[in-house]
């Protein structure tokens, strides 16, 4: 149990480590982005959306996931809790960090393919460690795993990453259509779209495992 005059210190180093966590991410995604071999899952359908539209892919991001936290209030309903509404400037936060990312690796380039797995595969690692920063935090999820976790709510027979997948395997097909249909042909969900999808996972399971040698409860060990 945490004491009571450790408790603002404990809530600081978590906050703390949500930034960190998310400034990191919001940089894997601005990697993943300049090598040009598909986003995460998450970032496809932001990104293709900015391909067509005026809106940045840190605001387009924003814009998605305040369209995440309508569906959590519409599927949890009466048992939609208020805090989880601490999504909202976190999804800014990650937003504004996102275009930061993309516009401070923009002088970065490439001449060969295996230099493009470079940058994908540094976004990959970037993202994994992220997330895997978020998780420890523990003090609020991203608008996308908040609506993951309440599908499950509402329907506790299905998995996490049962539903995890079918979630990004929609994102993913979301992305493509779009692009497909307002750009006329198949951008931003490519061979590094894949690679994501296999390796952030379990990536950010082995940062995690590192982690958790990391007390974050305030007291000196």
């Not at 042909?185 to 082995?206: S, Y």
């Given at each position: 149990?945490?004491?009571?005059?450790?408790?603002?210190?404990?809530?600081?180093?978590?906050?703390?480590?949500?930034?960190?966590?998310?400034?990191?991410?919001?940089?894997?995604?601005?990697?993943?982005?300049?090598?040009s071999l598909g986003t995460?899952?998450?970032?496809?359908?932001?990104?293709?959306?900015?391909?067509?539209?005026?809106?940045?892919?840190?605001?387009?991001?924003?814009?998605?996931?305040?369209?995440?936290?309508?569906?959590?209030?519409?599927?949890?309903?009466?048992?939609?809790?208020?805090?989880?509404?601490?999504?909202?400037?976190?999804?800014?936060?990650?937003?504004?960090?996102?275009?930061?990312?993309?516009?401070?690796?923009?002088?970065?380039?490439?001449?060969?393919?295996?230099?493009?797995?470079?940058?994908?595969?540094?976004?990959?690692?970037?993202?994994?460690?992220?997330?895997?920063?978020?998780?420890?935090?523990?003090?609020?999820?991203?608008?996308?795993?908040?609506?993951?976790?309440?599908?499950?709510?509402v329907l506790p027979k299905?998995?996490?990453?049962?539903?995890?997948?079918?979630?990004?395997?929609?994102?993913?097909?979301?992305?493509?259509?779009?692009?497909?249909?307002?750009?006329?042909?198949?951008?931003?969900?490519?061979?590094?779209?894949?690679?994501?999808?296999?390796?952030?996972?379990?990536?950010?399971?082995?940062?995690?495992?590192?982690?958790?040698?990391?007390?974050?409860?305030?007291?000196?060990?």
């Amino acid at each position: 149990m945490i004491e009571l005059n450790k408790l603002p210190v404990c809530i600081f180093k978590r906050y703390l480590l949500l930034l960190v966590g998310l400034t990191i991410m919001a940089f894997g995604v601005a990697f993943s982005i300049k090598a040009s071999l598909g986003t995460s899952p998450i970032s496809s359908v932001p990104y293709v959306v900015s391909l067509f539209t005026p809106l940045t892919v840190g605001t387009a991001t924003i814009t998605m996931h305040c369209v995440f936290i309508a569906l959590q209030i519409l599927i949890l309903r009466r048992n939609y809790h208020p805090i989880q509404l601490m999504q909202l400037p976190v999804a800014f936060f990650f937003g504004y960090l996102t275009d930061f990312g993309v516009w401070a690796v923009q002088k970065i380039g490439y001449t060969a393919y295996w230099q493009q797995w470079l940058l994908c595969l540094a976004g990959i690692l970037l993202v994994a460690a992220g997330v895997s920063l978020e998780v420890k935090a523990g003090v609020v999820v991203l608008a996308g795993e908040g609506v993951i976790l309440a599908i499950c709510k509402v329907l506790p027979k299905v998995k996490f990453g049962y539903m995890k997948v079918a979630f990004d395997v929609t994102l993913v097909v979301i992305a493509c259509t779009m692009s497909f249909v307002f750009t006329g042909r198949l951008q931003g969900v490519r061979e590094g779209t894949v690679a994501a999808a296999l390796l952030v996972g379990l990536i950010a399971k082995q940062f995690g495992k590192v982690l958790e040698k990391w007390k974050l409860e305030g007291t000196i060990e």
